[in-house]
C-alpha cells in the first residue's frame, strides 16, 4: 500500500509533460509504468483478503488417502524407470517457449521508442510493454528459483513449478483478450465472491482495453509479412513472427487440466479443485523423491491418461499391468 501510494502520489505526478507543438499534456515512460503498476499495488490486497481459504470445517473437505494413487511401484508401472524421448521432447517446448517469450518480452521493452504523443502506436506501446515486462520478469524469477531449487533437491511444489514455466512461456496481455467476450465476463462476474466484484471489475477496465491495443501492437510488429518475401527476411522478422505466433498459441486453453480438472469433478463432488490440488502435490513430491530433478520432465508432461491410470487401477493397459 505504502509503495503504490508513492508511485500514484509521488513519481506519477513529476511526470506529466507537455508538447508544445501539439498543445499536448502527456505521461512520459516511466509515468505510464509509476501509473500501471501504482494501481495494480493497490488492489493486490483485495486478492489476498478475497482469496483467504475457508476453514475445512466450514467447507467439510475430503481428506482421500492420497499414499495408494502415488505409491512407487504405480510410478515406476506408468512413468517406467526413465522419462520417455516424448517426455523428454515436451519439457524442452516447455523450456524453449519459456526462454522465447521472456527474450522477445524483453527485446520489446529494451527497444522501446521514447515517448512522442504524435507518433502513432506510441502510447500503445508503452502501456502495454509497461504491464507484459515486470509480470513476465517475476514470473521469470520465480521459475528460475523454483526450478534450481527442484534441480539441488529442495522441496519445491511440483504442479506449481510447471504451471508457472507453462505460464511464463505462453504469457502476454493478449492473452487477456478471452476476457472481452460479454458472456464469459457475466458468467465469471456471477460467480465471484460479492468481496471481489470491485477487483474483477477493475481487472476487466483494466486488462481488456490493454489486451485490444495488445493486438494492434503485436501485428503492428508483423507488418513485414505482407511487403517482404520470407527469404528477405531477417533474424528479427523470424523472431518477432516467432513471438506472434508464441503469443497466438497462448489463447488456446490448455486441455490437458481441463481433462484433469473434469476427472477429479467426476470422483469428488465435495470441492473437486481442493481434491485435485492435494493429489496433484503429493504426486509431484512422489516423483521428485523417486526419480530427482527429472521428475520435473514427468510432472510437465502429466496427461489426463497418466493421471486415470493411476486413480483407476482397473483401467490400467495390459502392457502395464504387471504378470
Not at 511464463?168 to 464469459?184: H, I, Y
Not at 487440466?257 to 504426486?283: C, G, H, K, V
Not at 510437465?300 to 493421471?307: I, Q
Amino acid at each position: 500500500m505504502p509503495i503504490s501510494l508513492c508511485l500514484l502520489c509521488y513519481v506519477l505526478p513529476q511526470h506529466w509533460k507537455y508538447d508544445e507543438s501539439s498543445d499536448t499534456h502527456y505521461l512520459d515512460s516511466e509515468g505510464f509504468g509509476a501509473g500501471i503498476w501504482g494501481v495494480f499495488l493497490l488492489v493486490f490486497p483485495l486478492v489476498y483478503i478475497g482469496f483467504k481459504e475457508p476453514s475445512n470445517e466450514t467447507l467439510k473437505l475430503p481428506q482421500p488417502d492420497l499414499s495408494d494413487a502415488v505409491s512407487p511401484e504405480d510410478l515406476k508401472l506408468v512413468f517406467r524407470k526413465v522419462p520417455s524421448y516424448m517426455r523428454i521432447l515436451d519439457f524442452l517446448v516447455i523450456l524453449v517457449r519459456f526462454a522465447g517469450n521472456i527474450a522477445f518480452i524483453s527485446y520489446n521493452f529494451l527497444n522501446l521508442p521514447p515517448r512522442d504523443p504524435n507518433e502513432r502506436l506510441n502510447q500503445a506501446k508503452h502501456i502495454v510493454i509497461w504491464v507484459e515486462f515486470p509480470v513476465a520478469m517475476l514470473m521469470a524469477f520465480l521459475s528460475v528459483t523454483g526450478l534450481l531449487g527442484w534441480i539441488v533437491g529442495k522441496k519445491v511444489c511440483g504442479i506449481g513449478l510447471c504451471s508457472i514455466l507453462k505460464g511464463t512461456g505462453k504469457f502476454s496481455v493478449l492473452s487477456c483478450l478471452p476476457l472481452a467476450n460479454p458472456m464469459k465476463m457475466i458468467d465469471r462476474m456471477r460467480k465471484t465472491k460479492k468481496e471481489l466484484f470491485f477487483f474483477f471489475g477493475l481487472v476487466y477496465i483494466l486488462f481488456v482495453p490493454t489486451s485490444i491495443l495488445s493486438i494492434m501492437i503485436k501485428v503492428a510488429q508483423v507488418d513485414f509479412i505482407t511487403e517482404k518475401i520470407y527469404w528477405d527476411w531477417t533474424i528479427w522478422n523470424w523472431f518477432a513472427f516467432a513471438g506472434f505466433i508464441n503469443n497466438l498459441a497462448g489463447l488456446v486453453p490448455d486441455n490437458v487440466f481441463i481433462q484433469i480438472d473434469a476427472i477429479f469433478r467426476f470422483i469428488t463432488a465435495n470441492n473437486p479443485a481442493e481434491s485435485r490440488t492435494q493429489w496433484l502435490r503429493a504426486l509431484g513430491d512422489a516423483l521428485r523423491k523417486q526419480y530427482g530433478w527429472r521428475g520435473l520432465i514427468l510432472m510437465s508432461s502429466l496427461k489426463a491418461e497418466d493421471v486415470g491410470i493411476l486413480l483407476n487401477k482397473s483401467i490400467r493397459p495390459e502392457s502395464i499391468v504387471p504378470q
